[in-house]
């Protein structure tokens, strides 16, 4: 059975008001086996704190996963050689925290920045050009990745989020030029609903490349909720693929704040929703999955 976990986000209307103690309390409380945090911060953390959120997550039987959306300052693939030193210094100070929560997955889009698009319609030789800047990014950042035993993800989103890695291929391509055996892909239902041709397929041909795997409903409901996608054929190329990793729901309902207004959340998709009715779709998506993946 592949351990479930949650990501951060699904209670809170924004990014920085997460208090992460009553959220792992919660998760574990819900059946949760892993809580998803924003690398972000926790990197930025003096040690007594990681040791206090450590502590709870142990104390909750949880383990801790990172999750990364780059912002453009930190964008690996920037042309500005600065942008991506400052970069590298970011991520490498993000894997240096991890081994201190025993965290060792960092996923997202953790190779450029997240929402950091061309100003003008690329050709196929500029992607390469930027890919081949992201690339030499990376492998600086493999050797820390390594050292401090973390598996770096790279996510394949959908083209209004970046413009590098959109598909499961894609991403296969990408993670094997990084030439590391700590370098995998994150795949995301989400995403893949919108860019793969077959979603199942695109499991199957990522493989044993596959380092973690996002899951939501085509709106980002709590997968199961709406049924919206071939869960059980998707299930079986994991199994067929011999997937052991953690399969982390990232459900966004919530408008109003950062956090809607960078998933562009513009309709109420939970009318009604309090905590309690939250709390009971986490739960039930949790043990959607785990019975998925029995
Ligand atoms: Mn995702």
Redesign the pocket.
């Known amino acids: 059975m592949n351990p479930i976990g949650m ?1 951060y986000g699904f209670w809170s209307h924004n990014w920085d008001e997460i208090q992460y103690i009553p959220l792992m309390e919660k998760q574990a409380r819900l059946g949760f086996d892993i809580s998803e945090v924003a690398s972000a911060e926790w990197a930025y953390y003096d040690d007594a704190k990681l040791r206090e959120l450590k502590a709870c997550a142990d104390h909750n039987g949880l383990k801790i996963t990172y ?1 990364i959306g780059l912002e453009p300052k930190y964008d690996l693939a920037s042309d500005d050689p600065a942008v991506r030193e400052t970069g590298i210094r970011h991520v490498t100070r993000i894997l240096e925290s991890m081994p201190k929560v025993g965290a060792t997955v960092l ?2 889009v953790s190779y450029a920045g997240w929402q950091a698009m061309p100003d003008y319609g690329i050709t196929m030789d500029e992607k390469r050009r930027k890919e081949d800047l992201a690339v030499d990014s990376m492998k600086k950042l493999m050797k820390v990745a390594e050292d401090n035993g973390v598996l770096y993800c790279c ?1 394949v ?1 959908n083209r209004f989020e970046q413009y590098l890695l959109n598909t499961a291929a894609e991403g296969v391509a990408f993670v094997k030029r990084l030439e590391s055996p700590n370098a995998k892909v ?1 795949l ?1 239902t ?2 893949m609903n919108i860019e793969e041709d077959d979603l199942v397929q695109a499991i199957l041909d990522t493989g044993d490349l596959l380092g973690h795997f ?1 899951t ?1 409903e085509r709106n980002r409901m709590p997968p199961g909720s709406t049924r919206s996608l071939p869960w059980e054929a998707m299930a079986a190329a994991l199994k067929q693929i011999n997937y052991q990793g953690a399969l982390v729901m ?1 459900p966004f309902v919530l408008m109003g704040g950062s956090i809607a207004y960078d998933i562009k959340v513009w309709r109420d998709l939970v009318p009604g929703a309090d905590e309690a009715k939250l709390d009971q779709m986490a739960a039930d998506a949790c043990r959607f999955l785990k019975e998925l993946t029995a």
Do not use: R, T, Y
């Open positions: 990501h999750s996923n997202g996510e989103v994150l995301d989400f995403h996002h939501g990232e």
